[in-house]
């Protein structure tokens, strides 16, 4: 099992920056795939960006080049960096761990709020 709990979400202005934060439970979270999805008002959860535990990372287009997915293995965490951030990143964050056994994001984060005003 793993526990997840985001943070460092906020209200911030168009080409702000925000860094949220994941901690996860567990002695095992350096072997986890560790993914950030988001949830807009009205839309589908999409995909923003995963680490793997190698840290080989992959990011959707529309965060690519201003979003950077990182993980620091001693704390058992990992970040989402933000730059650039436009009104239309404005969502729900989620961090999510993969579980193999499942072939899925199993084990998810309550979220954490970001808004980008214009």
């Known amino acids: 099992q793993v526990q997840l709990v985001e943070s460092g979400g906020g209200l911030v202005q168009a080409g702000g920056s925000l860094r949220l934060s994941c901690a996860a439970s567990?002695?095992?979270?350096?072997?986890?795939?560790m993914g950030w999805f988001r949830q807009a008002p009205g839309k589908e959860r999409e995909f923003v960006a995963r680490?793997?535990?190698?840290?080989?990372?992959i990011y959707a287009e529309s965060v690519k080049g201003r979003f950077t997915i990182s993980r620091d293995n001693a704390k058992n965490t990992v970040y989402l960096q933000m730059n650039s951030l436009k009104p239309e990143d404005t969502a729900v964050y989620y961090c999510?761990?993969?579980?193999?056994?499942?072939?899925?994001?199993?084990?998810w984060g309550q979220g954490t709020q970001v808004t980008v005003s214009s």
């Open positions: 567990g002695r095992t979270f350096s072997s986890y795939t």
């Open positions: 680490i793997r535990w190698n840290g080989s990372t």
């Open positions: 999510a761990a993969w579980a193999p056994e499942n072939m899925r994001y199993d084990y």
